[in-house]
Each structure stands twice: as structure tokens, then as C-alpha cells.
């Protein structure tokens, strides 16, 4: 299985920045891409960023040329610097990871446990 530690999120102001920190661990046979989506209650969870093979990056609309993503697959490391929030960012934010384990046949996201990211006045 995989495990995440996430951390970053809480509340800030609109125009603010947050800065979401994720490490995620565990076996694997191959890494394919690392992430952030999110999710309003009532809504679906959509992609906000993810890496594919290390380098490419892949951005939701909503947020390009407000977040960056960056990260380290050999370190597990993945990081989102987001800027100039609105309250349409308010979300539970996951981490996630597509990956292949040790005798499966294919591979699959991972998510991790979420954090929450509120911006209001």
C-alpha cells in the first residue's frame, strides 16, 4: 500500500498563498505521476496539478499561472505553492499518487488522507 503525510492546509485570506506538503511511502514497482486534487463537498474531486515521469507538469484551468507544483520521485516528495487564492479554492485538498505495486497487474491512484484549505475573510 502506499502512505501519505500531508501537511499545509488551513485558513487564509483571499489573494493569500498556501504552500501543501506531502511525502508518501511504500513499495513500488513503478511511479507514473504524483499529485493534488480536490474536493468541495457535493462535488467531484478534480485534479489541481500532477507530474507524469518527474518533469511534466499538468495544471487544472482554474489554477494556471497560480500553482506550482514541484517534487522529488526519487525523494517522494511532492510540494503545491498556490497564490492569489479565491474562494472557489476552498476544498479538502488530497495528495495522490499512481503507482504499481508488487503484484499488481497495472497500476492506480493512491490518495492520501486530505487537508483542508479554507479562504475567507
Known amino acids: 500500500q502506499v502512505q501519505f503525510v500531508e501537511s499545509g492546509g488551513g485558513s487564509v485570506q483571499p489573494g493569500g498563498s498556501l504552500r501543501l506538503s506531502c511525502t508518501y511511502s511504500?513499495?513500488?514497482?513503478?511511479?507514473?505521476?504524483m499529485g493534488w486534487g480536490r474536493q468541495v463537498p457535493g462535488r467531484q474531486r478534480e485534479l489541481v496539478a500532477h507530474?507524469?515521469?518527474?518533469?511534466?507538469?499538468v495544471y487544472q484551468d482554474s489554477v494556471m499561472g497560480r500553482a506550482t507544483i514541484s517534487g522529488d520521485f526519487a525523494k517522494r516528495t511532492l510540494i503545491l505553492q498556490m497564490n492569489d487564492l479565491t474562494s472557489e479554492d476552498t476544498a479538502v485538498y488530497y495528495c495522490?499518487?499512481?503507482?504499481?505495486?508488487?503484484?499488481?497487474?497495472?497500476?492506480?491512484?493512491?490518495w492520501g488522507q486530505g487537508t483542508q484549505v479554507t479562504v475567507s475573510l
Open positions: 495522490f499518487a499512481n503507482v504499481r505495486l508488487p503484484g499488481a497487474p497495472g497500476s492506480a491512484n493512491y
Open positions: 511504500g513499495v513500488f514497482v513503478r511511479i507514473n505521476s
Open positions: 507530474m507524469v515521469n518527474g518533469d511534466n507538469s
